[in-house]
């Protein structure tokens, strides 16, 4: 159908002969101005809402840069220390070994030192997970405490 076929025709119809809705005429006062106006304050509560919402977030995340920053670098010095450690008990044993008379004596030190360094590695193992759940831990508090004040705050 093209353009010219959908013109008003005198009698106020269009081509069909139905009548064309006109609400100029139809009259409303104050309703419009009342409905914009809670609009206008919906849409102010909800970017507050936003804003309040995006405050907590860059919060949470400060605070869990921190702490993971802390905890990763009290990870790193634990495996620097660990590591001083197991390089000091390689050379202690190596010194012993070197110094041993028999076959027994080679024998005898190995065989405390392969104890002595499964029981070290089981501690340390245990001192590294203690520090990795506690980065795990503190790492997701603020996130967590943060995103539940976030969530009661849009629901209430």
Known sequence: MSESEMKLTPNGTNVFGTPWLDFSKVALPGVGR??????????R????????????MTEALRETY???ARCTTDYGLKVFEISNA?????????????????ATDV??????????????????????WALAQK????????IRKHFTRVLHQGGG
Do not use: M, W
């Open 66 to 68: 921190s702490s993971n």
């Open 135 to 142: 980065l795990a831990t503190e790492t997701s508090e603020p």
């Open 86 to 102: 197991n390089v000091a008990s390689a050379l202690d044993f190596f010194v012993h070994l070197f110094g041993s008379k028999s």
């Open 107 to 128: 024998y005898t030190l190995s065989a405390a030192q392969a104890r002595k360094a499964f029981d070290t590695a089981s501690d340390q193992n245990k001192e590294l």
């Open 45 to 56: 509560e909800g970017c507050e809402k936003i804003k309040a919402a995006s405050e907590e």
């Open 34 to 43: 009342e409905l914009t106006e809670r609009g206008l304050a919906r849409a």
